[in-house]
T-cell receptor
Framework: SQQGEEDPQALSIQEGENATMNCSYK?????LQWYRQNSGRGLVHLILIRSNEREKHSGRLRVTLDTSKKSSSLLITASRAADTASYFC?????????FGQGTRLTINP | GAVVSQHPSRVICKSGTSVKIECRSL??????MFWYRQFPKQSLMLMAT?????????EQGVEKDKFLINHASLTLSTLTVTSAHPEDSSFYIC????????????FGPGTRLTVL
């Protein structure tokens, strides 16, 4: 069963604005990962945050993890048209990587 | 970074035929490979996990006799969709994990299967 639930399901913003996506999960995890998927394409790994980390940055991406609330957020700053894609969180347990439902992000020029 | 390839990228077949999809790790040894299925506008659902040289472990609800998985070497896993039907049309994605970084999976580009 899917473990991650993402919010919102769809997000449409203007270029230059920041985009925030949230992910909640149900059980304990080793790490949480965020991926991007352009329409009809494969996955691109964005960032991995371990269960003992609270925040991580990579370029314009900022990920937070709150294990007490079992939630994570992905912030994309200064969005660009090329950021238009679906974004998935995925939780890594002992063996499996389980994906959330995803957020469909549209950046309007 | 590590590269995983899939072949073919797209395949169209007639209902009732079997289709084989290959997943290769190009520059590392994949001790574990995973197969996912993704329907349009939906998330990835794990179908099965395969370890080199042993039988695949299938997720609940996935028919092992319909989706045959072979992980015969450390760089190759195959998924065969047997007696394919239109409802099997989907995007199939594999991923591979090496022995060193157990928390990292490397994803292939996916295979679009259309069953007529």
């Amino acid at each position: 069963s899917q473990q991650g639930e993402e919010d919102p399901q769809a997000l449409s913003i203007q270029e230059g604005e920041n985009a925030t996506m949230n992910c909640s999960y149900k059980t304990s995890i080793n790490n949480l990962q965020w991926y991007r998927q352009n329409s009809g394409r494969g996955l691109v790994h964005l960032i991995l945050i371990r269960s003992n980390e609270r925040e991580k940055h990579s370029g314009r991406l900022r990920v937070t993890l709150d294990t007490s609330k079992k939630s994570s957020s992905l912030l994309i700053t200064a969005s660009r048209a090329a950021d238009t894609a679906s974004y998935f969180c995925a939780t890594q347990g002992a063996q499996k990587l389980v994906f959330g439902q995803g957020t469909r992000l549209t950046i309007n020029p | 970074g590590a590269v995983v390839s899939q072949h073919p990228s797209r395949v169209i077949c007639k209902s009732g035929t079997s289709v084989k999809i290959e997943c290769r790790s190009l520059d590392f040894q994949a001790t574990t490979m995973f197969w996912y299925r993704q329907f349009p506008k939906q998330s990835l659902m794990l179908m099965a996990t395969s370890n080199e040289g042993s039988k695949a472990t299938y997720e609940q609800g996935v028919e092992k006799d319909k989706f045959l998985i072979n992980h015969a070497s450390l760089t190759l896993s195959t998924l065969t969709v047997t007696s394919a039907h239109p409802e099997d049309s989907s995007f199939y994605i594999c991923s591979a994990r090496g022995p060193v970084r157990a928390d990292t999976q490397y994803f292939g580009p996916g295979t679009r299967l259309t069953v007529l």
